[in-house]
T-cell receptor, first 115, second 114 residues
Framework: NAGVTQTPKFQVLKTGQSMTLQCAQD?????MSWYRQDPGMGLRLIHY???????DQGEVPNGYNVSRSTTEDFPLRLLSAAPSQTSVYFC??????????????FGNGTRLTVT | AQSVSQHNHHVILSEAASLELGCNYS??????LFWYVQYPGQHLQLLLK??????LVKGIKGFEAEFIKSKFSFNLRKPSVQWSDTAEYFC????????????FGSGTRLSIRP
């Protein structure tokens, strides 16, 4: 089925470990983004990309890296996990290069716990 | 930096009651405005959006929102809610000059009593 696929669905990390959250879409969307969702704080934008080779920072980029080598994939890397990064992470994509002029399509989320 | 405020964190209504959820944003320039909804166990999905033109925007499932530029507001309304409207509602904004940076509010949880 077409859509946004996030892996893994659940992950537990120890403080200081690194990992990559995967996001792939098969809709040929130019725009992709990562959000984290925390209780009472809604969704906060971490990083976004308007096309392959182009990324930019969102509201809360510290502690996270991204790259966009292909249109389909937009992985999010945690270099040294901290308990403050415990959250649910959502990847979203959109047709066109801005994310604003057509609806965002969200993945199912990755629930990350850092102990 | 732009920000989005949703002051109602949790709203509880009975079926058939009217709904209005508040959304205010901080940016003074031209903006794009959105309401997204997350039903229990489902993805976020777009309810409605405003880019320009008629400030009263109609969306899916009988929802509408009014853009009031002087008040920096984009409140969501529905004349008569149903139990199936139980969900979390998120207002979002992007600046026209930086349309790619879509900022969400903290969300409002809506509970409908049957």
């Amino acid at each position: 089925n077409a859509g946004v696929t996030q892996t893994p669905k659940f992950q537990v990390l120890k403080t200081g470990q690194s990992m990559t959250l995967q996001c792939a879409q098969d809709m040929n969307h130019e725009y992709m983004s990562w959000y984290r969702q925390d209780p009472g704080m809604g969704l906060r934008l971490i990083h976004y990309s308007v096309g392959a080779g182009i990324t930019d920072q969102g509201e809360v980029p510290n502690g996270y890296n991204v790259s966009r080598s292909t249109t389909e994939d937009f992985p999010l890397r945690l270099l040294s996990a901290a308990p403050s990064q415990t959250s649910v992470y959502f990847c979203a994509s959109s047709y066109g290069g801005t994310g604003a002029y057509s609806p965002l399509h969200f993945g199912n989320g990755t629930r990350l716990t850092v102990t | 930096a732009q920000s989005v405020s949703q002051h109602n964190h949790h709203v509880i209504l009975s079926e058939a009651a009217s709904l209005e959820l508040g959304c205010n944003y901080s940016y003074g320039g031209t903006v794009n405005l959105f309401w997204y909804v997350q039903y229990p166990g489902q993805h976020l999905q777009l309810l409605l959006k405003y880019f320009s033109g008629d400030p009263l925007v109609k969306g899916i499932k009988g929802f509408e929102a009014e853009f009031i530029k002087s008040k920096f507001s984009f409140n969501l309304r529905k004349p008569s809610v149903q139990w199936s409207d139980t969900a979390e509602y998120f207002c979002a904004v992007s600046q026209y000059s930086s349309a790619s940076k879509i900022i969400f509010g903290s969300g409002t949880r809506l509970s409908i009593r049957p």
